[in-house]
């Protein structure tokens, strides 16, 4: 027996996220992240920033390319690439969620700051920290 559909499921838009970053180049620990979105969301953006100044050991193009092929088995994953504020990407793509992983104690201060700034900026869009396996992580306590 399935359950029962409530007219909101049927009839809201999908819930898309966008996972910002600048994936040079992308990692398993980028990949775990990207995977358990999909569970949350409906459709995951990984979107590869573009910065002014800074040159990466790929560029944009090939981060891409890379994180295509890296996520070619989520058929709700796509990857793009921006410049700018995240917050404006996600408007523009109707993004609801800012996706973030946080794999240290030491990870969370900047990123908590960046999501205070994004709130101000966006309240309109969550910042959702997803924390990877311990594995995953760069630093745990034993």
Partial sequence: MQ??????AESREPLIAVYPGSFDPITRGHLEIVERA??????????VGRHPTKRGFFSVEERCALIDA???????VRTA???????EFCRAQGARAIVRGLR???DFEPEFQ?????????????TIFLIPAPSRCTSRRR
Avoid: Q, W, Y
Avoid at 38 to 47: G, K, P, Q, R, S
Avoid at 81 to 87: A, E, P, S
Avoid at 114 to 126: T, V
């Fill in 3 to 8: 359950p029962a559909k409530t007219p909101r």
């Fill in 38 to 47: 999909t569970h949350l969301f409906d459709e995951v953006i990984v979107a």
């Fill in 70 to 76: 890296a996520v070619s088995h989520l058929p709700r």
């Fill in 81 to 87: 690439f921006f410049g700018g504020l995240v917050v």
């Fill in 104 to 106: 240290a104690i030491g």
């Fill in 114 to 126: 960046m999501g205070l700034a994004n709130r101000d900026l966006a309240p309109e869009i969550e």
